[in-house]
């Protein structure tokens, strides 16, 4: 599966085997096998692609249809500090979402708050 990701990604970006090649430090030939499905990457070169086209290793290797987005740093603290809070603190913040969330696309809240 991570054969055809491979090529997929590389197209999408517009590179060439040799400059994919070339970031991996590798010969074109070498990471032609890759896209070919005839030689398995190590851990380290998995973790170059992924960086290089910012996607997870599970998306690479086929474990996932669509590459999940990534977070931003403040939604990566949010839910640090979500983990950190007791159950009732949790259930707090599930119901304020719940309500935000409710009132997202009707604009409700945005009315009433400028009256």
């Known amino acids: 599966m991570y054969a055809l990701r491979l090529r997929e990604l590389r197209d999408k970006h517009r590179l ?3 400059e994919v ?3 991996l430090q590798l010969t074109r030939d070498a990471y032609s096998l890759y896209e070919l499905g005839k030689r398995q990457m190590s851990y380290e070169t998995l973790c170059l ?17 669509t590459n999940p987005v990534p977070l931003s740093a403040d939604e990566a603290d949010i839910i640090r500090q ?9 259930e707090a913040i599930k119901i304020n979402l719940a309500f935000e969330g409710s ?9 009433k708050a400028a009256m």
């Open 49 to 65: 692609l992924a960086n290089m086209y910012d996607i997870s290793i599970d998306f690479l290797l086929g474990r996932y249809e």
């Open 21 to 23: 090649a070339n970031r």
């Open 82 to 90: 979500y983990r950190l809070l007791d159950k009732r603190g949790q």
């Open 16 to 18: 060439t085997q040799q």
């Open 103 to 111: 009132h997202a696309n009707t604009g409700k809240i945005v009315k």
